[in-house]
């Protein structure tokens, strides 16, 4: 990565691995603390149609797209980080209304508000996780920042969100972004530490995303050392990114690398990027994080960022589009 990339400081050690990984019900009240405006976050129009849209991105187009983890652009290895470890064996269904911590995703259900989003990134297709996220305009996604923005290639464009995404099928159709928007941090020198960022869609035949599929809460500044449901479609053995998977464990501080993420016992791998995290057990809590990267030296632990006052003002532009 060039000089404007993610700051050699960030890690302890240059010779640590770690990845960047790829990509419930509907809830009713507002933000849980008061809007923030520390700084201005960075956003990016997009001028595709849905009609254009809805061409480009075929069943074959989708299955074929790369994790985003596997950009070469951002220069990841240089950094001395590559794809998350492998669980090394095939995940197993995992009773959600009992969640004990494991490494192990389970297979939950579809839900209607997780889904999976697609762009494209110096000509090539790649793939996320994310959600639906109450908000003003009900019509905010949220995701990592690296799913939005390159800093070689730029921001993604061709960005659509297909909530409840299984085996090929989209229940609730295809949701073409109109803006994205992420942290000056992420944007400026690709900080890992804040790699959170937001998507606002079209309504698609005359509904709103949060009128369709519902919407999470949404929280910053938040206590940390949180337990927390993950979700994602980790798409890199041995995983397909078909299914949802999903993960649960408390959180801990980074010791490895010294960012401010935190990290969950978990085996999701490359394609689970910008999965939501929900505090608590199952899909129905507040999301207060995204999948983000792990380290290959740290097997089967997933770091998300901390939903901190620079992630929610991002959250606030995209709510108010």
Known sequence: MNSRGLKAAVFAASTLMASALLSGGAAQAAPQVPMKAPAASISHTQVDSQEALEAYWTPERMKSAKPGNTINSQGWGEQGRSIMPKAGTEAQAAPQQKAAPSTRAGSPAPVSHIGKVFFTLGGQNYVCSANSVQSTNQSTVATAGHCTYDINAGWASKFVFVPAYNNGSAPYGMWSATSLHSTTEWVSRNDISYDGAFAVVAPLNGRTLTAAVGASKIGFNLARGLTYTAY?????????????????GTASRDRIGGTQSQGIPCDMTGGSSGGPWFIGSGSGGTQNSVNSFGYNIQKNVMYGPYFGSSIQTAYSTASNR
Do not use: Q
């Not at 798409?235 to 993960?247: H, Q």
């Open 232 to 248: 994602g479609y980790p798409a890199a053995s041995p995983f397909n990114g078909e299914t949802l998977k999903s993960c649960y």
